[in-house]
């Protein structure tokens, strides 16, 4: 129960710090007698005091006629209050009340206050009117680093540069907020002037560390900042993302999600997770406590999304759930995408490499007429499959050349090359040459040999001038075609080979087979895929790039400076049929080179045959003081005809030339001297 009683102040100096402390003394000794707690407010005020804090009491600056009402509670409260009224209204007389009682209220009011100052962690200086320091508390000294000794009984702008209470002094203005910097401190202070009755007694500075302060709100900022980049990134990802606190409250959900489950956030937000939707993980997380990681969970919308879901501990404390969906349609689109770049990427590495390969490969093989053109596309080709090829052509049109092009080109260019001339080996050795031998198979066989066969293993074999091979090789070599196995000469294991075969021949095996001299089923066995490489008489458009090229080459080889071949020479070169083919070029060329002067490969240095092809048959047929000396087959060519020429029938010929009459025939139609029919 409260008692209030209003009453007007008639002390002539209202209630300042003596009476105060006096009320304050009689307040407490009226509060014990009647078991009351009173209370002092002023009429226009709300605040109320307790009568027995005497510094409260003076904050409340009461004058002489000022309201105030008293309050009392408890039961004796009219009592009481009758007694403390008589006693403000007797003006209270402090001549009645002991020093010694009032000493120990403003003692205890004191000390109470210097507890107070010397607790606050903001630093306090106070000044008098002369300026002269009279508080510096002990948050002043650690915040400004300077000691209190040094500072009380001096005056303030003496012992403290930037010190402006003196101009608070002289305005009697309150500074607010004033930032400055005392060593490495940034300090923020608020200076009052302390008025009392009107006159300015003193004033006080309070001063507050900023440092922290700073540093918390710079951190304050940097976690607003990565806040509101974690948020962006959220609400833009693609992953659907949840949150619930450690109750299983929706806290967070981002727009995937939304879509994702069909749901609204305005509508879930803070309820429970397990109520709205249960088939999320984060429910069975946050009872677990134990992260679930590729969960495949099936939304609303019969979507399926993969979700992996953390507990979220901060000092050892479950604070909630967080969980990550991926839609699996989406990421199984993903991979099918990525494989199919994948297997794309691969194969255009493979074709690249390839095409480079075969570039490459091609690349010494000069000459862009178009039958030399198709030739090489049917070589690319072929080169990317392991079938047998038969590359005809004359001699020196070089079919040695695009066999090792053509490997070159293909998977087994790594692995061996292997060359075999036929027509080369004597055909008695000819058979150890290709199959090898055991040792002691026959007389001279004195140590195991392997066969070109076999060195050719994984790569490919070249059998060269096939044409020159004999009936009996011609049988081994189909089964070796047919079964790709044989046995060395003498021996009784069967080796097992993986070879590509390339075989050549500059002779006409349809002939040969008709005359039963090779095997027709050999034949069908290598013609597998047919090369005709064109005599260079049916593609003298190549002739200028292919001599430039053997001038290059030789003068690159010689290390001598290239030259140019002249017109005319470029003429003669063209006019010329080339039985020789290409290698006939080259030598001609080379010889040129030799023997020319200048830095021109002129007509001169061409032989005399080359040069005056025109003339030819007028010619003396060879003439052997001059220092030309052509192919053998020029002459042969030459020859014949003239044979031909002077006794028209191969049978007259023959005898005139000392050869036999199938002879004369054969040569005749190798230089094409007689019409075929
Ligand atoms: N198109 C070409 N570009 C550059 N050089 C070539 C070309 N054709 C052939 N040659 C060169 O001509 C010479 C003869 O070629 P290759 O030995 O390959 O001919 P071949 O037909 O195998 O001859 P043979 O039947 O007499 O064995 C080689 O030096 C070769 O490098």
New binding site residues.
Partial sequence: MAYRRKITIKHSRGIHARVAAALAYKGSEINRKYDVYIWIQKTNEDIKIPITSMVALTTLSIRKDDEIILICEGERGQEALAEISEYLLDQIDLSHVSADEVDKVIDKTTLTSEKIFESLSNGIMVVDENNVITIFNRAAEKITGLKRENMIGYQAHKVLEDSKLHRVLQTGEEMKGDRQVIGKTMIITNRSPIIVEEKIIGAVAVFQDMSEVERLSHELESVREIKERFGTILEHTHDAISMIDEHGKITYINPTFERIWNVKGEKILGKNMMDVLPKDVTGRVLRSKKKELGVPVQTAHHTKIITNATPIFIDGKLKGVVSTGKEITELQQMMKKLKEAEEKIEYFQQELSRNQRIEEAFH????SSGTLKEVLTMASKAAKTSSTILIR?E???????LARAIHQASEKKDKPFIRVNCAAIPENLLESELFGHEKGAFTGAIKTKLGKFELANQGTIFL?EIGDMNRDLQVKLLRVLQEREFERIGGLETIKINVRVIA?T?KKLEEMVAKGIFREDLYYRLNVIPIN?PPLRERKGDIPQ?AE?FIEKICKRENIETKEITRKALNALESYDWPGN??EL?NIIERGLALGEGSELCEDALPSYIRGKENIHSQELINLIHDDVAPLEVYEKQIIQRALEKHKTFNRAAKALGITHRTVALKARKYQLIKES
Avoid: C, F, M, V
């Fill in positions: 010494s093989i000069i000459g052509g001699s020196g049109t070089g079919k040695e050349l060269d050549a500059n490489l292919l090229h290409i290698r080259e």
